[in-house]
């Protein structure tokens, strides 16, 4: 029996951007990935004055359309769902391969992480954020402000773009 390979990516998505598209992208190429989760944090614990969780949503949604492979997973969790959804997800896919989509901000504190041995058979995959493509430059906190400032952002898909003006979002 083949292995299913899914990736999972977890984050705020305030908004997702190019940078977080072409990475899914990327591992779905490199590591020939079947699926991969996206998981919103729906009330972040670190971040305040977040777009709600429905328009977080819609935004990954209309940046994944055309990405067959990606889907939102819907966590049980309110907060950060990876270590949460795990289990749900070994359940439902216990044959499959999982692999973690982190930017390498966050692997440089893998350790702090409470539930950490959760991760014990995922395996990761660390984005570069900043030293391979432009599209790894990109922020969330800096297209905020450039949508603040300008109403524009190149960093966005346009659909998202759109959906943000339409919804006077940042």
């Known amino acids: ?12 998505f305030d908004p ?58 819907e966590s049980s969790s309110p907060y950060f769902p990876i ?14 391969k999982l692999y973690l989509l982190i930017g390498d901000d966050v692997a440089a504190h893998l350790n702090e992480w409470q539930d950490k041995e959760a991760l014990n058979d995922v395996e990761l995959i660390v984005a570069a954020r900043g030293r391979e493509e432009p599209q790894t430059e990109l922020s969330s906190l800096k297209i905020r402000k450039e949508l603040a400032d300008t109403g524009e952002s190149a960093g966005l898909d346009p659909a998202v773009l759109e959906y943000c003006r339409a919804k006077d979002l940042y």
């Open 1 to 12: 029996m083949v292995e299913r390979k899914i990736g999972l990516f977890a984050g705020v």
């Open 83 to 96: 270590t949460s959804s795990l289990p749900d997800i070994k359940k439902a896919e216990p044959d499959a």
């Open 16 to 73: 997702i951007h190019l940078g977080h598209t072409h990475f899914v992208k990327q591992a779905i190429k490199d590591k020939r990935l079947d699926r991969v989760y996206i998981l919103i944090e729906q009330e972040p614990q670190y971040k305040t004055g977040t777009a709600s969780y429905e328009d977080r949503k819609n935004m990954v949604m209309l940046a994944v359309k055309t990405i067959p492979q990606a889907e939102v997973y």
